[in-house]
Nanobody, 113 residues
Framework: VQLQASGGGLVQPGGSLRLSCAASGSAFSINRMGWYRQAPEKTRDFVASISDGSINYANFVQGRFTISFDNAKNTVYLQMNSLKPEDTAVYYC?????????WGQGTLVTVSS
């Protein structure tokens, strides 16, 4: 099973980025996909998840991020708007397929002027 994340980069405060994560290699259907993030010397925190039409966001998202899923591509997206310096972190894709959980390799988002 592979989760291939992309879309990170350097953006100025107030800017936008879209993260993508494509899942492949599992014989099981995807039960849930989502994003976590980990800032330097911090714990890995939940950002957003999507499953069977149910969407959840962390409180700090505050309407700035939107998660979506393309069934045909087995790809989850995270549209991030109004980015703040405190959003700087490595963003990790997460998926539950069958009864197992998987992590992507992480993509770095840096919000700085």
């Amino acid at each position: 099973v592979q989760l291939q994340a992309s879309g990170g980069g350097l953006v100025q405060p107030g800017g936008s980025l879209r993260l993508s994560c494509a899942a492949s290699g599992s014989a099981f259907s995807i039960n849930r996909m989502g994003w976590y993030r980990q800032a330097p010397e911090k714990t890995r925190d939940f950002v957003a998840s999507i499953s069977d039409g149910s969407i959840n966001y962390a409180n700090f998202v505050q309407g700035r991020f939107t998660i979506s899923f393309d069934n045909a591509k087995n790809t989850v997206y995270l549209q991030m708007n109004s980015l703040k310096p405190e959003d700087t972190a490595v963003y990790y894709c997460h998926a539950i397929m069958g009864s197992r959980a998987y992590w992507g390799q992480g993509t770095l988002v840096t919000v700085s002027s």
